[in-house]
């Protein structure tokens, strides 16, 4: 029989917090970047046990020797490729621009470690905001953020990027002749090292979405149980802060790579298009029109996984926040219309450094960018051409269906 003077209390069981989840959830991409030679931010853990992320000397001495002896293969690829422009006649134009396209393949590899080592000090702190952040979510909640589906698709984008880049550059290998063996590694490096960043964005932006809704679920339960609303609305603007850091602390890298795909997907679509009109259906035309594809679905992967972390935060959690504030308590309908508020009036935005938001408008721009190069591209190649009654008549042709597909 129990004292009236004694009670017994039962605690809770306490929430151990899983440290550096996100870092767990990118850890195959991360390790992956790290061995091609970007990425020098290693995880440390202190003395307390939390762990921390820092720009270390021997990571930061391995990207470094990794990209000068790569390199030197680059260096020589590119050497190869200006050797074979200057020997084209002026009115070889197609095949020029063929080989500015080899060109701008090489470039990631002279562009991305050096904003790696830019940036690997915010990076570091990024993560390390993300720690604090899931230490703070999981005392507030009493959950813990799980989120293994998620590192189950990123162990197999870490295995199946580099064997789809393997099979899609032998591909072009086999039908461009100007396309040499001895380079195939080159460009299956390259084109690796890009996609698997393309990888890691869209998880980190998954990652992002995948809290914001274990944040609204929570929120759910604490507002039937009586909580107070302040408490989530602090974790939603650390959130917003983080997603924010995101875009800032990888500017360099990303906008870098959405610069270097317009280039290629412009150069590649005009190719594929002068192959089928000049060849008909060719498996040349068809084979540029897919790596057309391909670089049009990196520069989509980019701007879609950004515009779906800032709906998830602002339009879809308003919802929420509008559809908890049915059946509440005068006081919690209060601190709601506060947080509503909150949402509407700063709405998460992610951006490159301020230069430019990543959304789905980003995508529109750069293809009708694209489109308004590829009408200059024509125009240059008829300007270069002998004008005989006869090819002005297929140019204007060519030009016509060129604009008709555009418009189309």
Same mark, same amino acid.
């Given at each position: $029989?129990?004292?009236?003077?004694?009670?017994?209390?039962?605690?809770?069981?306490?929430?151990?917090?899983?440290?550096?989840?996100?870092?767990?959830?990118?850890?195959?991409?991360?390790?992956?970047?790290?061995?091609? *030679?970007?990425?020098? &931010?290693?995880?440390?853990?202190?003395?307390?046990?939390?762990? &921390?992320?820092?720009?270390?000397?021997?990571? $930061?001495?391995?990207?470094?020797?990794?990209? $000068?002896?790569?390199? &030197?293969?680059?260096?020589?690829?590119? &050497?190869?490729?200006?050797?074979?422009?200057?020997?084209?006649?002026?009115s070889e134009f197609d095949e020029a621009v063929h080989g500015y396209m080899f060109l701008v393949y090489l470039v990631p590899h002279i562009a991305l470690p050096l904003c790696h080592w830019r940036q690997a000090e915010a990076i570091a702190n990024f993560m390390t905001a993300w720690t604090t952040f899931q230490v703070r979510f999981e005392q507030v909640t009493r959950v813990s953020l799980q989120m293994k589906a998620s590192r189950k698709v990123t162990i197999t984008m870490a295995v199946l990027v580099p064997l789809l880049t393997t099979v899609c550059i032998v591909v072009d290998w086999s039908v461009m002749p100007e396309f040499k063996v001895s380079e195939i590694y080159c460009y299956i490096y390259i084109c690796t090292l890009v996609y698997l960043h393309i990888a890691l964005w869209f998880t980190m932006c998954c990652s992002v979405a995948t809290t914001t809704r274990h944040l609204i679920n929570v929120l759910r339960k604490g507002v039937q149980s009586g909580r107070h609303v302040s408490d989530y609305h602090s974790l939603w603007q650390e959130l917003s802060q983080l997603s924010r850091k995101m875009g800032d602390c990888f500017c360099y890298i990303y906008g /870098?790579?959405?610069?270097?795909?317009?280039?290629?997907? /412009?150069?590649?679509?005009? *190719? *594929?298009?002068?192959?089928?009109?000049?060849? *008909?259906?060719?498996?040349?035309?068809?084979?540029?029109?897919?790596?057309?594809?391909?670089?049009?679905?990196?520069?989509?992967?980019?701007?879609?996984?950004?515009?779906?972390?800032?709906?998830? $935060?602002?339009?879809?959690?308003?919802?929420?926040?509008?559809?908890?504030?049915?059946?509440?308590?005068?006081?919690?309908?209060?601190?709601?219309?506060?947080?509503?508020?909150?949402?509407?009036m700063n709405p998460p935005v992610i951006s490159l450094g301020g230069y430019v938001a990543v959304n789905r408008n980003l995508l529109l721009s750069l293809l009708a960018t694209a489109v308004s190069h590829i009408v200059i591209l024509l125009q240059f190649r008829i300007g270069v051409e002998p004008l005989t009654q006869s090819n002005t008549e297929t140019h204007s042709s060519l030009f016509n269906q060129s604009c008709k597909l555009m418009c189309e």
């Open positions: $029989m129990a004292s009236p003077f004694f009670r017994r209390v039962i605690r809770r069981p306490a929430i151990k917090p899983e440290h550096g989840q996100l870092y767990d959830t990118l850890k195959p991409l991360w390790l992956e970047l790290r061995f091609l *030679g970007v990425l020098p &931010v290693v995880k440390v853990t202190t003395e307390v046990g939390k762990p &921390v992320f820092r720009r270390t000397f021997g990571a $930061m001495l391995y990207s470094v020797v990794f990209y $000068m002896v790569v390199g &030197v293969f680059v260096v020589h690829t590119g &050497v190869v490729k200006l050797q074979e422009l200057r020997e084209l006649k002026s /870098t790579v959405i610069v270097i795909w317009f280039a290629a997907l /412009t150069l590649c679509l005009y *190719g *594929g298009l002068i192959a089928i009109f000049n060849h *008909g259906i060719h498996l040349r035309g068809i084979t540029l029109l897919c790596n057309t594809v391909l670089c049009t679905s990196v520069l989509f992967v980019i701007s879609d996984a950004g515009h779906r972390v800032c709906q998830e $935060m602002g339009t879809n959690f308003y919802g929420a926040l509008h559809s908890l504030r049915l059946g509440a308590n005068k006081e919690i309908k209060q601190e709601l219309d506060f947080f509503r508020y909150d949402v509407a």
